[in-house]
């Protein structure tokens, strides 16, 4: 498998045709996507600190969202770019980051096809983002392709089964028209990410479990109707039966982790981490 030739990049830098309905939909969380972010924080801290930059090293966030985790890897001093699909998300990115110096870089760009040199990058990081590309193999060729020989990177991954898979299951029964792509899940199986990105980088995986706290189950439902965009789309276009009948198996998903403060969801999610061959 070759990891030097680039992808073509769309004309303007923005999503692959098969990726342009998934930006659409990601662009509908805008600025309150960075709450979706806050909500599993820890899981990007352990990215982060796990990728631990040194200051002035060149890092790529793909698939930025909000920018979060392209502002951990600029408080550790190193000079970052992040990339995402939806340009929306890429507005509030670059708003909330406006205060850090030296600027953060963000470029709207497909993680398929990257506007970046063979080698560009010393560090690649990717939270809960990079997963979501519609063509895995193309994905991971070009995570591969711009870090530099020796360089390292940081995944953080949803496991393939448990909490995630079940929210997701619940969005995917609601969704008409849903995305004709492997799942995104699939990159939580350790032989699978190896599968993707084993010629190009020396692996190893860390499991880890995120923490989310809510108010209760209502909480729950405002939080992700405001910013996750998946979610928003649905709730957008289902009629009022369905839309009521979905709301009930959202709520009765976060009911089942209630505590005596309001809820406690946890969700398990991998890190991969890799050091380029």
């Keep these: 498998m070759s990891y030097t ?11 692959l045709p098969h990726n342009a309905k998934s930006a659409a939909t990601w662009s509908l969380g805008g600025r309150a996507y960075d709450n979706i972010s806050f909500g599993v924080s820890d899981a990007l801290a352990h990215g982060a600190q796990r ?11 793909v698939a930025t969202g909000t920018g979060w985790s392209a502002r951990n890897m600029a408080r550790m001093g190193a000079r970052v770019t992040g ?16 205060h850090l110096e030296p600027a953060i870089d963000f470029h709207e760009a497909d993680a398929e ?24 193999a193309a994905a991971a060729r070009e995570l591969a392709r711009v870090c530099r020989p020796g360089g ?3 995944l953080i991954v949803w496991a393939p089964e448990g909490s995630v898979q079940e929210f997701l299951g619940i969005i995917g029964r609601y969704n008409p028209n849903p995305p004709p792509a492997a799942s995104p899940l699939a990159w939580g199986e350790p032989d699978h990410a190896t599968a993707l990105l084993g010629d190009a980088f ?16 209502e909480a729950a439902w405002r939080w992700y109707a405001a910013g996750f965009g998946p ?29 005596a403060a309001g809820l406690h969801v946890k969700r398990e999610y991998l890190a991969i981490l890799g050091r380029r061959k």
């Design 202 to 217: 020396d692996l190893t995986f860390e499991p880890g479990m995120n923490d989310h706290y809510l108010g209760g189950v």
């Design 113 to 136: 096809a990257l506007p970046f040199e063979d080698g560009a990058f010393d560090a690649v990081i990717s939270t809960f983002g990079v997963m979501f590309a519609g063509d895995h």
């Design 152 to 154: 390292r990177i940081a």
């Design 5 to 15: 030739t680039a992808t073509t990049v769309p004309e303007g830098g923005a999503a």
């Design 83 to 98: 990339v995402d699909i939806a340009a929306d998300l890429l507005a509030a990115a670059r708003e909330l980051s406006a």
């Design 51 to 61: 990728l631990a930059p040194e200051p002035g090293e060149r890092v790529l966030d």
């Design 231 to 259: 979610m928003r789309a649905l709730i957008g276009a289902l009629p009022p039966d369905e839309l009521a009948a979905f709301k009930q198996e959202i709520d009765a998903f976060h009911a089942g982790y209630r505590v």
